[in-house]
Every structure is written in structure tokens, then in C-alpha cells.
């Protein structure tokens, strides 16, 4: 298998970085941290390097100065479950998932993982079901239906749902074979523009304007990693969208916060003038979604020339489900992780890894993605599209290997997770939450603004020094 450091130098020579920026990256710990069958803390080091090496490099431009890159796999893995680990005022977090939420069994001795976090999706389970949302009452009613039967009719009808699949059955998929042919990252130059400047400032991404509208953990974790090394970053939320709480504050650490309606005309024309001025605009609407509203990548490209525009999905942008809602748990369910470590633990039925990592991950990707374009529009000019997904992610950590005898590892105690965590005040009341773990020599890595409940900013950017 490949060691974390050739794995860190095929991402970061993907995008076009230069390879000796990687002797100033050192990588400390073994694998593995966590009980599975794959290599999550290789993964979770990794995709916190490539974004510290990416921040560092950007530093580089604007300042002349190298700087080393350090990070540690222990911490690194903490930092891929820092939502467990966020303690508000001293209270740990509520259940994570919904009362229906889960695992069930279907006529055909499928598994189905249902997604019912937010009500609008439970309701349309319960209504294509009919019955009530009670786990009895579901479970009667997957009875009646087969797994992939089932799983058709509920992605018509607006639910976020996932048959189990093993590796071989996802991989016959044609939508598994279309993401085949993509890398992990895509950056590509989408319009003319020229070079911005770097504004003023003595941090990687001070100055940057970054308009975040993602919810839940990977496009929120990828704002908040910009926001780690500097960036302005902004969060645009609808006041009516559902969302995660605990997510919410764990993810809002060093931005701001505003409520714009977008369904409004006036709500539209606030997002066109913040665009105009932001360098990144990231998001992890569906395609049509955001096209229809007029704020597609081309047209971002004509408000803002110049912008960095991150694209999230679950399963990617080509193939016959690149319109499909997803989530974490579902992505690993469909591409055959939740089969792979059911089997590897010798138990029947599906396995959740031990942590969100194709979130966590995508969201370090999102963020070093982004970096490499904007430092990229900073020599060449152009507007550039980044593009990446949970299934993208997923395919580049199967492809890492397994790890033999992964179950036999201990999960992380308190007392191992203890150093990785920091007080600090909020708008939610204290919070410890886990520190950054990538420790750049020269910038170190902290979130100047504390996370404040949704809406608690004007829409506006803060003036530049």
C-alpha cells in the first residue's frame, strides 16, 4: 500500500502543484487510528495536509516565504469527528439521527438506509410508504416493496434513500463506471479574466472573500478549513432551510452568518452584488438548483470574473445519477463501504464506518481545491470551476487499500482526544471544539471569529484592511 506521503504527493501533483513544495510537509503517526477495515486516518491526514500545503503555498505567492507543513494522524482523525467531540456550555451533543432514520429490510432481503434528518425528506418516506414515521411501521411497510424497486420510486418521489450495495454490484453500475473516468478533484478553467491581486494582509487567505452555501459537513468543513488559514468567509443560509444544529456551530467557526431568501427577486440581486465582490463561491446545491436561479457557474463567471467556483455533490457530475440527493451515510451504503466492513467485523448486514470520512474528506479536498485554483487565477487569470463528491472520495479511499485486521483496533479514548481540543467563546455559549491539525510554522492555522447562530450578520463583506 501506498504510504500517506505518496498518497499526499499523487493529490498534490494531481493539481498541478509544484513538487518539491513536499519536502516542507512532515507526516507523524501509524495507521491504524480507528476501528474499520480502511484506511481512514490515512485519509483524514492526507486531506488536512494537501489543504495546509495548499495555504502554506499561497503564502509563498503573497509573501516570498516558505513555511513548513505538519501534521499528525491522530489528531487528524479527531479532527475528521470533531462534530462528536463539540461540547456546548458543557453538554455533549443530542441524538444524530432522526427517529426513522437507519437500516431496514425490504421484501427481497435487501438492506435500505433511509436519510430522515430533515422533516421535508421524512415526510415524503412516510408518504410514498404510507405509514406512520414510526421504525415498526416502516419496516411493515419496506416489506412490501424490493430494495432497488424501492429505492427508484424514492428518489422520484423526493426521499434520500440508499439500497446497500456491495463494491462489485456499485462498480457494474453505469454511474460507477462515468465516475471512473474522473479524478478525485476537477479544476478547470471555465472563463477569461485577469489576475486579482493578493489583497493585504499576513495570513495565506486574509482578504479572501469566500460565499459559503453548503449545509451539514463537507461543503461546511471546506469553508471552515478556508477560514482557518484567513479567508472571509461568509455563510449564506435561507431563514426557512432545515438544518443540523449541532452541525451548524461546529462548522461556523470562523465565519459570518446572513439570511438571503432566495426564492425573492431582491434576495437574488443581495447574493448577485456579494458575488460580484467574493473571489470563492462554494456550494453543494444540485446542479438545476442553483442554474435555475441564475447562479450556475457561467453565470458566476460573468458577475464575478475571476471566481473560484467549488461544486459539491453526492455522486458527481457525470452519469445518470448526478442529480441525486445524498449524504455521507447513504454514498457509503450505495458504493459498497457499509457492505465491506459488515463483512470484514463478521456481522450480518451493513457496517457504518466510524466516522463521516467521505465528508470530512471531501471537505479538506473542497478547501485544497479551491486554494490551488485561486492561487492558480492569481498567476494565469481565468475563472475556474472546482468539482468534487462524497462517491469521488469514496472511490479514491477504496482505492487506498485495506487495512488487515482493522477491527481489532481500540476506538479513540477521552483521554487520546483531550490534547486536540480548545475552549473558546461563541455566540452558542462555550464551546470546546477540536483545533485545527495542520500546523503551518510561519501562519499558524485559528479561527478569528467565533461561531454565532444563522443570520447574525448583514449580508455585506467586512471592508478590506
Not at 462489485?168 to 473516468?181: G, N
Request: hydrophobic share 40%; proline share 8%; charged share 20%.
Amino acid at each position: 500500500m501506498q504510504s500517506p506521503r505518496k498518497i499526499l504527493a499523487d493529490i498534490w501533483t494531481s493539481a498541478a502543484g509544484d513538487p518539491s513544495a513536499l519536502d516542507t510537509v512532515t507526516l507523524t503517526g501509524e495507521e491504524p487510528q480507528l476501528p474499520s477495515s480502511f484506511r481512514l486516518a490515512a485519509a483524514a491526514q492526507v486531506s488536512v495536509a494537501a489543504a495546509g500545503l495548499a495555504a502554506a503555498q499561497i503564502w509563498k505567492l503573497r509573501s516570498g516565504q516558505s513555511q513548513d507543513v505538519a501534521v499528525d494522524m491522530p489528531h487528524a482523525i479527531v479532527e475528521c469527528r470533531s462534530e462528536r467531540y463539540l461540547r456546548v456550555d458543557g453538554k455533549p451533543p443530542p441524538p444524530a439521527w432522526d427517529a426513522i432514520a437507519g437500516i431496514y429490510q425490504t421484501r427481497d432481503q435487501r438492506f435500505v438506509r433511509l436519510h430522515t434528518n430533515f422533516p421535508h425528506h421524512r415526510d415524503a418516506v412516510c408518504e410514498l410508504l404510507n405509514c406512520k414515521p414510526e421504525r415498526d411501521d416502516v419496516q411493515a411497510a419496506l416489506m412490501q416493496w424490493d430494495g432497488e424497486a424501492f429505492e427508484t420510486a424514492a428518489y422520484a418521489g423526493g426521499c434520500v434513500v440508499a439500497l446497500m450495495r456491495s463494491h462489485h454490484e456499485w462498480s457494474d453500475l453505469p454511474h460507477a463506471k462515468a465516475l471512473a473516468a474522473l479524478p478525485p478533484i476537477s479544476i478547470e478553467k471555465i472563463g477569461e479574466a485577469a489576475p486579482k491581486p493578493w489583497p493585504v494582509g499576513d495570513r495565506p487567505l486574509a482578504g479572501v472573500r469566500v460565499l459559503d452555501l453548503s449545509r451539514v459537513i463537507a461543503g461546511p468543513v471546506a469553508g471552515r478549513t478556508l477560514a482557518v488559514h484567513g479567508a472571509d468567509v461568509l455563510l449564506i443560509s435561507g431563514p426557512d432551510l432545515p438544518v443540523i444544529p449541532w452541525l451548524t456551530i461546529d462548522n461556523g467557526r470562523g465565519k459570518l452568518t446572513s439570511f438571503v431568501e432566495l426564492k425573492s427577486e431582491q434576495g437574488r440581486g443581495v447574493l448577485r452584488d456579494l458575488l460580484a465582490q467574493a473571489d470563492v463561491f462554494s456550494q453543494g446545491y444540485r446542479p438545476s438548483a442553483l442554474a435555475s436561479l441564475g447562479f450556475s457557474p457561467q453565470d458566476a463567471a460573468r458577475i464575478s470574473p475571476g471566481i473560484v467556483y467549488l461544486s459539491l455533490s453526492a455522486y458527481g457530475h457525470a452519469g445518470p445519477w448526478a442529480e441525486r440527493r445524498g449524504f455521507d451515510s447513504l454514498v457509503q451504503t450505495a458504493t459498497g463501504f457499509n457492505h465491506a466492513e459488515g463483512q470484514a467485523a463478521g456481522i450480518e448486514g451493513p457496517k457504518e464506518l466510524p466516522a463521516q470520512m467521505l465528508d470530512h474528506a471531501t471537505g479538506y479536498l473542497m478547501a485544497f481545491g479551491a486554494m490551488m485554483a485561486k492561487a492558480r487565477q492569481s498567476r494565469e487569470g481565468g475563472s475556474w470551476h472546482v468539482r468534487v463528491s462524497l462517491a469521488q472520495t469514496g472511490r479514491w479511499l477504496w482505492n487506498l487499500g485495506r487495512v488487515v485486521d482493522g477491527f481489532k483496533t481500540d476506538d479513540l479514548k477521552a483521554e487520546s482526544v483531550k490534547p486536540f481540543v480548545e475552549e473558546v467563546p461563541s455566540g452558542f455559549g462555550p464551546l470546546r471544539s477540536v483545533r485545527h491539525s495542520a500546523v503551518l510554522s510561519r501562519t499558524p492555522a485559528f479561527w478569528a471569529r467565533p461561531a454565532m447562530p444563522l443570520g447574525s450578520h448583514p449580508p455585506q463583506w467586512p471592508a478590506l484592511v
